[in-house]
Structure formats: structure tokens, C-alpha cells
């Protein structure tokens, strides 16, 4: 009998993982992620726009635009505290 294809495709990730280069990456692309869909999201269920969220925040509607690009990633800790701060 032939593994499911869940079961290869686990296999394969515990495989992956076992590589710290690979690790480090997929932590790193989870984190910003998760931090820009929390900051969409965030900002959607309060119905405010960018440039709203830009003005509670002190920052321009170009800057919450990349804090929500899963591709950024260069968030700083200084940014996020505004950002929670802006949200309460």
C-alpha cells in the first residue's frame, strides 16, 4: 500500500525541517505573515482604511501599506508598538 499524500507531504516537510537553513526561512516567512494578515484583518474588522489606520498610527497610508505586504518583513518593534497602540 502506497503512503497517502498527506502522509508524503508531512514526511517531506519533517525532511525540510530537519535543515536549519530551511527552518530559519520558514519561521521567518510565518512571522511576517502572520503579522501582516493581523494587521489587515485588524484594520478591516474596525472598517478603517489605510490612511485612517496612517493617521491613529502617525504614519503615512504608503507605510501601513508595506506593514501589510506579507512580502516586507522589515517591521520594527518601534512600528508594531505604534500600530498596537493605534488599535488599543
Do not use: H
Amino acid at each position: 500500500m502506497l503512503p497517502s499524500t498527506t502522509s508524503r507531504r508531512r514526511n517531506q516537510l519533517a525532511d525540510a525541517l530537519a535543515d536549519k537553513d530551511f527552518r530559519d526561512a520558514f519561521v521567518e516567512q510565518t512571522i511576517s505573515q502572520g503579522i501582516a494578515f493581523q494587521i489587515k484583518e485588524t484594520r478591516d474588522d474596525r472598517g478603517w482604511t489605510q490612511a485612517e489606520l496612517g493617521q491613529r498610527s502617525g504614519k503615512l497610508q504608503p507605510v501601513i501599506s508595506k506593514l501589510e505586504d506579507p512580502d516586507y518583513g522589515a517591521y520594527t518593534l518601534k512600528s508594531l508598538r505604534e500600530i498596537a497602540s493605534a488599535f488599543d
